[in-house]
């Protein structure tokens, strides 16, 4: 069995383990594949053991990844990066989903440019739940603005909310966190907004996560290995 098969149904275990341990209905967590810095022939590999979302947060390495699998026709494409607004057109003409909608501004220029032979773009507005400076996202208070106004855009489909909390440490509340937005989520849908996506969940926190509500939990270290570090200034850092 190849390596990727392997640790696929782990992961597929562990979320089907959370879902159990909190009580919830099975089925009820996807899994979005990251598949950031590594080849397209991993993601082909993945696909061939049933992987159907990917995750991807460069745009140039979205746009790449996307043109090398036009034969997998069933794959869908989720952008989960920072997106600035020179870069919005050839996302809205090609993926999926964007999980990272944290600005109006942005979401204004996806709709518009999302072409009409397609479906409305699935979206999720980016919370940033650990209230770090560093963190994009939009603040918690600015949430159910930002989400009601993304609603109405006529080439999006809101479908949920996402975050990235601090990593986990100690005296750092994850639950908590995750809490946050799972909040703002019930108290959206109770407004009227059909929603029905919490991407929240990574390699060390799915589990957390889903006890949290977690729709959709973004893998990427546990299905593809530790991802090369990249040097950022001065410091050698993760990319995130
Ligand atoms: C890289 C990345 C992930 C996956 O993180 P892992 O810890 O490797 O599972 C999830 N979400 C976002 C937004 C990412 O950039």
Not at 52 to 69: C, H
Not at 74 to 102: C, M
Not at 202 to 222: C, F, K, Y
């Amino acid at each position: 069995m190849p390596e990727i098969e392997n640790t696929r149904l782990a992961v597929l275990q562990r979320i089907d383990e959370a879902l159990r341990q909190a009580g919830r209905e099975p089925g009820g967590c996807g899994l979005l594949a990251v598949s950031k810095t590594f080849p397209v022939e991993d993601v082909r590999a993945c696909h061939a053991s049933g992987q159907r979302a990917f995750g991807e947060n460069y745009v140039q390495e979205l746009l790449e990844k996307l043109e090398r699998t036009r034969d997998l026709t069933d794959i869908e494409w989720h952008f989960i990066g920072p997106l600035q607004s020179n870069k919005t057109r050839p996302v809205a003409e090609s993926a999926h989903w964007v999980h990272s909608v944290d600005r109006l501004k942005i979401a204004e220029r996806l709709s518009a440019q999302r072409p009409a032979a397609m479906p409305p773009l699935n979206v999720c507005v980016q919370v940033n739940v650990s209230g770090e400076a560093s963190k994009s996202g939009c603040a918690p208070a600015e949430a159910k603005a930002l989400a009601h106004a993304v609603a109405r855009l006529p080439g999006l489909r809101l479908r949920g909310l996402m975050c990235i909390p601090e990593p986990d440490a100690a005296g750092v509340d994850l639950a908590g966190q995750f809490g946050i937005l799972r909040a703002l989520h019930d108290s959206l849908r109770v407004e009227g907004l059909p929603l029905d996506t919490l991407s929240m969940g990574m390699s060390a926190d799915l589990e957390i996560a889903v006890a949290a509500g977690a729709t959709m939990v973004r893998v990427g270290t546990a299905l593809f290995g530790r991802r090369p570090p990249v040097l950022v200034g001065d410091d050698i850092k993760d990319r995130i």
